[in-house]
């Protein structure tokens, strides 16, 4: 809820505000690894510091996202739940993910 946006109303002001800029892209459809993603790896961060054990992960859409799943597998996220059309797409991305950190290495 980091915008504050219900997924009820969005659609009504969520195009304006991204033909105004005010905003990168519509957060239903973008996960914004740059701002909220910070917010979500200050979490983990802090969580993990109080329970070295604790599992982290996200529900919704934002899962099945590509560019989202990578970033999460990053940020040290145990799982990612999203609906059933999206599960290959995120499962083949946090393996993209782990071989391109095995790669860097």
């Given at each position: ?41 200050i979490g983990i961060e802090r969580g993990r510091g109080t329970r070295a054990a604790l ?41 993209q993910a782990a071989i391109k950190e095995a790669r860097e290495k």
């Amino acid at each position: 809820m980091t915008f504050g946006f219900s997924r009820d109303d969005v659609n009504a002001i969520v195009k304006t505000y991204v033909d105004e800029k005010i905003i990168p892209a519509d957060p239903f459809n973008n996960f914004d690894t740059e701002c909220v993603g910070e917010l979500v790896k200050i979490g983990i961060e802090r969580g993990r510091g109080t329970r070295a054990a604790l599992k982290c992960g996200v529900c919704g859409e934002h899962g099945g996202d590509p560019t989202a799943a990578e970033f999460f597998y990053k940020v040290g996220m145990n799982y990612v739940s999203c609906s059933p059309f999206r599960v290959p797409v995120a499962r083949l991305a946090a393996a993209q993910a782990a071989i391109k950190e095995a790669r860097e290495k």
